[in-house]
């Protein structure tokens, strides 16, 4: 179900920003959210298919070198399923730029620090085994979190001059072997 809707967000994505009238390039706060997918096939199985996805942002003035429009985001991650919770919150700093000088359609890249947190209970038939470990033997993490520096990738549309998608990939990492990085459809609107 959550690959449907991401691929039917994605087409109805395309086709709206042909209509859209302005860029989404500006200074501005902003509100995102949307559904979650990880990228890990085991981590989806202990979890669950879809999560979701909610931040704030603030974007400022186009920058002095020309690289993009620079903002800030508090984000927050969730996938929850099976008894298995994992979680992520942080803030990042992203750099968002035209696609081509005429292009309404934009990209962005930028660097965040997150805090992972993982709680997967001992349960022998949990899905976060060790590689060491028999199948009835789990990892019985609880609570556990780590602090880390995050790239995150992104693809913006523009529906009207005050909404937008984005397509956007976050590279999480990995907490005691059990991979986290994700890949979201956010719907945003500007204040």
Known sequence: MNRLFLSVLGLASVAAAAHAQEPILGAGKYIFGGPSSLLSERTRT?????GFMVGVGM???TSARRVGVPSWELTHFRNEGNGNTLSATGISYIER???????RNFYGFGLGVYDLRLDAPASPSNEFTSSRATATTSLGIQDRSGIRVVPTFLLGFPLSMKT???VRYTGLGSLSGVRADQYNAT???RF
Request: hydrophobic share 35%; glycine share 10%; aromatic share 10%.
């Open 164 to 166: 937008f998608l984005e």
């Open 187 to 189: 719907f945003g609107l």
């Open 46 to 50: 202990a979890t669950s298919d879809s």
């Open 59 to 61: 974007a400022g003035r």
């Open 97 to 103: 730029d035209r696609a081509r000088n005429n292009s």
